[in-house]
């Protein structure tokens, strides 16, 4: 335990802050030690990534005050709050691709020599700085085409360059492989130790449990609970989230059927490298969940997308029901019976500028009950989508609200339930609770389960492991575009499909 | 036609004439390039400047007050315009399009009535630009063709694109500036306030746009003639995104219009149909750009 001094560095006293009739943040205190590393949790539209802005001085709360180190400061934009001494790393990086590891760092207080940027002398004061807090990293390198960790990295170090005593971290690991997450939680706890008081917005309790000190809860915007992580447990936490114990999804024993979707030979290469997809044979049958267990980037997005007829193969073939479909366009995929919840909800999954029924439908517009001779049939839409934000419980205001303005995991429930919805023969849902909250976990599992049980073939693929394990009638290991093992349900650990993952032979 | 050194030196020295308030009005709008505005309305500023100048000069006989409201005038109208593209979200072509027409008919309006004509003002009362001594050169004929009857304001539009270089990669605003063209979002969050830069940076292409107008109606021939831009504006925008808002870049890519350009004034002497000559440097920028465009796909393709 690090010696932490009860010392207050900041204060937010009463935070209120309405968007319309939505309460985001209804009276919220949060108090905040020197050198602690304090956990806000809670599920997704808790108000938590509010509290933070309103911190970060992007938003300006209705009522409330800030103190720090007791006395109160007014943060109306980020300039301020860095001039403060709050720094955030933010969930989306906010970096310039083109630009040097230096260059992203030092940005807003630049060294000048006359007239001009002292690249050199800022390149230098990196090196320093990356060295003094043991993060290594090139300062001369772009930021273009670096893996998410180094990125985050940049974002740490430039918290840092600006001196903050206060540093957030907002959702920090939900875009991280898990040796990224290890790194990262090792990193706060060191940056703990240095003197920097520390702030982690996070639902992911067993993170919590390893590096914060203490947990403050939020549900529906209001503050509800303070716990010691020495006294407390993960199924505490959980439960102050959520408000209500989570039941296991059981999941039914069933015989799988025949196969409805197989694929042989599938095989995809890219101009110099290696083959991105190397004679791919894999099947689904009826009533059955198989999950595709890889570390992201070894060919699984490659390998659905192929499928879905979103890339073309070199060569194979995809039997939907016995009918080929290699190289279709997406439209006659998804006409044989495919359905599809894509790995990015903003990026595949829905446009963030359409409407919650225009999302509801997209896709699908085209079938007689939407649409009928090129028009809309709205009233018809209107009912479907107020039908599906009912049925999965998508918080949204209104079916005419703009997508980008759900949370990440509305959104994604959203998306879950038009795939779920159509009622195709296949579903193939990749990533399909990516940074979205237990509770929204929870209840998409519960719906591909139900899938599953209500004779679909479903595909799943997840960089989660434990999601695998959990869901999947049989798992495909997939590594560098090649099958690397094949195990029924209870067949295999968690160490062993881990070792498969990274390229060890079969054991 | 005789093609021999000294034709080649007319046809640079047209072609310096040609590009220069082509490379004014194309700095500007690749360093609203650089802020990720898409700044259509250059093409009404440059004209604004244009018309200023004429004016000014019609009232003070004053080739400096002349070029002082070029610049000015077209700032302000383009601030303007930055104004509504940035702080009001307007759609960019929009703004811009609107400016262009709007200045088109109120230039063609105002010259009625300021100077009572229709079409084109010409007087010998105007003051053009000074010319730039070349006599020291007497003894090289070839250089004197090549660099003679030029302006000081040509010479300084080379001068500009090499400042904005070392502006835009070496000082600590001009990487700003590049910044928020890459992330705005990402700029405003580290306390930069983006809208203000845009917003000036929309000005400043404005102001330069002006010293291309006044160059284009004080340079060479003291004249004002109904649009006499003429889409010279447009020409400096795809010159612009062929030199890839790179100011040394864009000096390259208007040296190309310009050269077609005076390729087109020399060919009107020649056998081909004048229409066919004057379509010259729009058939190249339609040219140049598909090319680039093509190979800027195949190189995502890759």
């Known amino acids: ?507 | 036609m005789n093609i021999n050194a000294n034709y080649l030196a007319v046809v640079f020295n047209s072609t310096i004439r040609m590009m220069t308030p082509i490379l004014f009005v194309g700095l500007g709008s690749a360093l609203c390039n650089r802020v990720f505005i898409f700044n259509i309305g250059l093409e009404g500023t440059m004209l604004t400047g244009a018309f200023a100048a004429i004016v000014a000069n019609y009232y003070t006989g004053s080739i400096f007050i002349s070029l002082l409201a070029a610049m000015i005038s077209a700032m302000i109208v383009s601030w303007i315009a930055g104004i509504f593209m940035v702080k009001f979200k307007g759609a960019m072509l929009v703004v811009g399009v609107s400016i262009n027409m709007l200045i088109s008919g109120l230039t063609t309006f105002l010259m009625q009535i300021i100077f009572g004509v229709k079409g084109a003002y010409v007087s010998t009362d105007l003051v053009p630009l000074h010319k730039t001594d070349v006599s020291m050169l007497k003894q090289w004929p070839i250089l004197q063709t090549m660099f003679g009857s030029l302006t000081y304001l040509d010479f300084f539009a080379f001068i500009l694109a090499i400042i904005l270089y070392f502006f835009l990669f070496r000082t600590v605003t001009g990487f700003r500036m590049r910044s928020v063209g890459i992330n705005k979002i990402a700029a405003q969050s580290l306390g930069i306030n983006a809208d203000r830069l845009q917003i000036g940076t929309v000005a400043f292409s404005g102001l330069l746009s002006g010293i291309g107008g006044c160059l284009l109606t004080m340079g060479g021939v003291t004249m004002f003639a109904q649009n006499i831009t003429a889409g010279r504006g447009y020409i400096a925008m795809a010159a612009a995104t062929l030199g890839a808002a790179h100011p040394l870049g864009v000096v390259a890519g208007s040296a190309f219009f310009g050269f077609a350009q005076s390729m087109a004034n020399m060919l009107q002497n020649s056998s081909i149909s004048s229409q066919l000559t004057m379509a010259l440097p729009y058939l190249a920028t339609i040219l140049a750009l598909a090319i680039y465009n093509f190979s800027q796909i195949r190189r995502h393709a890759q």
């Open chain 1, 1 to 507: 335990m690090r010696n932490q001094s009860n010392d207050v560095i900041l204060r937010m006293e009463n935070i209120v802050k309405c968007y319309g009739n939505l309460i985001a943040n209804d009276n919220v205190s949060l108090h905040l030690n020197r050198g602690e590393i304090l956990a806000v949790i809670g599920e997704n539209g808790a108000g938590k990534t509010t509290l933070m802005k309103v911190l970060y001085g992007l938003e300006h709360p209705d009522n409330g005050d800030i103190y720090l180190n007791e006395k109160k400061i007014q943060i109306h934009n980020a300039a301020q709050a860095i001039a403060n001494g709050i720094g955030m790393v933010q969930q989306h990086f906010m970096l310039f691709d083109p630009f040097t590891v230096t260059e992203n760092i030092v940005y807003g207080k630049e060294p000048k020599k006359g007239l001009f940027f002292d690249l050199k002398s800022a390149n230098q004061t990196i090196s320093e700085l990356s060295r003094k807090f043991d993060l290594p990293l090139n300062p001369t390198a772009k930021i273009q085409g670096m893996p998410v960790g180094l990125r985050q990295r940049v974002e740490i170090l430039k918290v840092l360059y600006q001196n903050a005593d206060i540093i957030v971290f907002d959702e920090p690991t939900a875009v991280l492989t898990p040796q990224e997450v290890h790194e990262l939680l090792n990193t706060m706890k060191r940056l703990a130790e240095a003197g920097k008081s520390i702030i982690i917005v996070t639902h992911k309790l067993n993170e919590v449990m390893e590096v914060a000190d203490r947990a403050m809860v939020m549900r529906l915007g209001k503050h509800v609970a303070d716990r010691n992580i020495a006294d407390t447990s993960i199924e505490e936490l959980s439960f102050l989230m959520v408000g209500r114990h989570l039941i296991e999804t059981e999941i039914p024993k069933i015989a799988p059927g025949k196969d409805i979707l197989r694929i042989n030979n599938l095989c995809l290469t890219r101009e110099g490298s290696v083959p991105v997809l190397d004679h791919i044979s894999i099947h689904v049958d009826a009533g059955e969940i198989v999950g595709i267990a890889g570390v992201s980037g070894n060919g699984q997005s490659d390998l659905v997308q192929c499928i879905f007829g979103l890339q073309k193969a070199d060569s194979g073939q995809i039997l939907v029901n016995g009918k080929d479909v290699f190289n279709r366009t997406v439209k006659e995929v998804r006409n044989s019976g495919m359905a599809m919840i894509p790995e990015d909800r903003f990026i595949w999954g829905s446009a963030a500028q359409a409407s919650v029924a225009e999302t509801a439908i997209m896709g699908h517009y085209e079938k007689p009950s939407f649409s009928r001779k090129g028009f809309l049939n709205v009233r018809t839409i209107r009912e479907f989508a107020g039908k599906l934000i009912k049925e999965f419980s998508v918080k949204a205001d209104s079916i005419a609200q703009k997508t980008s303005s759900l949370s990440g995991g509305n959104a994604q429930k959203l998306i879950v339930a038009r795939e779920i919805r159509q009622n195709t023969p296949i579903l193939m849902a990749c990533e399909p609770t990516r940074g979205i909250d237990i509770g929204a976990i929870q209840f998409v599992h519960d719906r591909l389960v139900e899938k599953r049980s209500e004779g679909a073939a479903v595909l799943l693929v997840s960089s989660e492991l434990s999601e695998i394990l959990k869901l999947s009638d049989r798992i495909y290991v997939i590594y560098e575009g090649k099958i690397n093992g094949e195990f029924k349900r209870g067949n295999v650990s968690e160490e062993e499909l881990g070792l498969l993952m990274v390229g060890s032979k079969k054991l």
